[in-house]
């Protein structure tokens, strides 16, 4: 019990450290700001989902009395909350002897679907997306106005930078380039939690892994299914997108997260195509090259195949082809 209990404290203290170093401006900071949830995810997929709460409540205790109450809420809310949740729901399985899910030492049948941890992320990625809506709004107007005067002032504190942007434009170009920055904040700020997230899943089952601890089984990415109801979510989300005002804004961040779930599905989709031919490497070389390059435009299509996936299940509908055994399952 000891043991159980350092270990809790113990990873919400080393998340603590981190979002402390954080708070110092510089590129380290930058990087650090990833992996400050990645102790916390650690505790709740080795030791359970209750350690992860204990090491949450241990980070705001501790940030709060360095840093102020802001500080550990903030820890709270957009760390602690999301491992709990998360490594809850990636350590359920269905215990193969029919006894409860995640009875220590049984060996699971089912673990809880990934693509339903993916839309999870999603969920909470695009929540966590529209605090800052919610803190400098709360209507879209005051958001972007207040968002458009701090990128405007920050440019102008680094001249060469802008100097560098603006380029051959007049002061309409400098306007233009502003409005897609703020614009944009939002659903890159959804996208990019919700990867983190999914990141800090997949580097915390490694890590407990390696301990010896019981770690989670990922079936093969090929084999990747999103629910049928996110593609409803999906097309409500991305129709309020394009309703001006606020609720636009609002749906910017879930349409994003769900857009880039599905983004993820269709890559899955192109690697169980390709998964017997012998060009796989450089095809999948070519496709991940492309969504680097092309960006938007790629990932757009990606996700459309993500969808007509979901819907029509076009896996399902290529004949089966001999597994000759000697590749491993991607």
């Not at 019990?1 to 270990?7: H, T």
């Not at 110092?24 to 080795?46: H, N, Q, W």
């Not at 090929?222 to 989300?237: G, K, Y």
Request: positive net charge; charged residues 10%; contains cysteine.
């Amino acid at each position: 019990m000891a043991g159980y209990i350092f270990i809790s404290i113990g990873s919400g203290l080393t998340s603590a450290l981190l979002f402390g170093s954080v708070l110092s401006p510089s590129l380290l900071s930058i990087i650090l700001l990833y992996f400050v949830p990645l102790p916390l995810f650690i505790a709740a997929m080795g030791w359970g989902a209750t350690s992860a709460a204990i090491g949450g409540g241990a980070a705001a205790i501790a940030l709060t009395a360095v840093f102020g109450f802001k500080a550990g809420a903030i820890h709270l809310i957009g760390f602690s909350a999301p491992a709990f949740i998360l490594g809850y729901l990636a350590m359920l399985a269905r215990s193969g002897d029919g006894g409860e899910a995640g009875t220590a030492g049984a060996a699971p049948a089912e673990w809880y679907p990934a693509g339903r941890l993916i839309i999870w992320c999603a969920g909470i990625a695009a929540v966590l997306a529209l605090f800052p809506v919610a803190l400098l709004g709360p209507d879209a107007e005051t958001f972007y106005s207040t968002m458009r005067a701090q990128v405007v002032a920050w440019l102008e504190a680094q001249p060469e930078l802008k100097r560098s942007l603006t380029v051959g434009s007049d002061g309409a170009g400098f306007d233009w380039l502003v409005s897609q920055l703020v614009f944009a904040m939002v659903p890159s700020a959804a996208i990019v939690t919700m990867l983190t997230l999914l990141a800090n899943v997949w580097l915390a089952n490694k890590v407990v892994a390696v301990s010896g601890r019981r770690a989670r089984t990922w079936s093969a990415f090929s084999e990747l299914e999103l629910p049928r109801s996110a593609v409803v979510a999906t097309l409500i989300a991305a129709a309020a997108a394009f309703v001006p005002g606020t609720v636009g804004l609002l749906a910017t961040a879930p349409a994003s997260t769900l857009f880039a779930a599905y983004t993820i599905l269709g890559l899955a989709v192109i690697h169980f195509t390709a998964r017997h031919i012998p060009a796989r490497p450089l095809i999948l070389g070519s496709i991940y090259l492309a969504l680097f390059v092309f960006s938007w435009i790629a990932a757009f299509a990606f996700a459309a195949l993500g969808l007509a996936e979901t819907v029509l299940k076009i896996r399902r509908r290529r004949p089966p082809r001999p597994d000759t055994g000697d590749r491993k399952p991607d």
